[in-house]
């Protein structure tokens, strides 16, 4: 399910793993590029800096509670130069032995491409093969 706004786009999946192997995979560089198909460079480590699909994605941990909740800055080499980043904030939820996926996408700049799109294609449909 999804809700899309101007400027806000939020998404939510269940899938067949626990939360500590989607925090893994969205916060170490190696299960990020293998669950994605693409170069990440990631931390699992407040205030550091990551990238994601060879560098199209850059951003920076702003807060982190293991297993539970990531909030990051995140910007493409699409937004133009003087936009501000925009936030995105995961939370995972383990019920019935599957996890649940929630993802807030924030301050996206006005004109910008079809996030909806792209976080199906390029994180969510990966996600649920990667978990399998």
Same mark, same amino acid.
């Given at each position: 399910?999804?809700?899309?706004?101007?400027?806000?786009?939020? @998404?939510?999946?269940?899938? =067949?793993?626990?939360?500590? @192997?989607?925090?893994q995979a969205w916060l170490? /560089?190696?299960?990020? =590029?293998?669950?994605?198909?693409?170069?990440?460079?990631?931390?699992?480590?407040?205030?550091?800096?990551?990238?994601?699909?060879?560098?199209?994605? =850059?951003?920076?941990?702003i807060e982190l509670n293991?297993?539970? @909740?990531?909030?990051?800055?995140? @910007?493409? +080499?699409?937004? %133009? !130069?003087?936009?501000?980043? =925009?936030?995105? !904030?995961?939370?995972? /939820?383990?019920?019935? #032995?599957?996890?649940?996926?929630?993802?807030?996408? +924030?301050? $996206? %700049?006005? #004109?910008? /491409?079809?996030?909806?799109?792209?976080? $199906?294609?390029?994180?969510?449909? %990966?996600?649920?093969?990667?978990c399998d």
């Open positions: 399910m999804q809700i899309i706004k101007h400027g806000f786009l939020q @998404r939510f999946a269940y899938f =067949s793993t626990d939360a500590k @192997r989607l925090y170490y /560089s190696e299960q990020h =590029s293998k669950m994605t198909g693409a170069e990440a460079t990631c931390s699992d480590i407040e205030g550091e800096a990551f990238t994601a699909w060879d560098g199209y994605i =850059s951003g920076v941990n293991e297993n539970q @909740r990531i909030v990051q800055t995140f @910007r493409t +080499t699409e937004f %133009p !130069e003087d936009e501000g980043d =925009s936030k995105i !904030e995961i939370t995972l /939820s383990e019920m019935d #032995g599957k996890c649940e996926f929630t993802l807030m996408h +924030t301050n $996206i %700049p006005e #004109g910008q /491409s079809d996030y909806k799109k792209g976080w $199906i294609e390029h994180y969510f449909e %990966p996600m649920a093969e990667y």
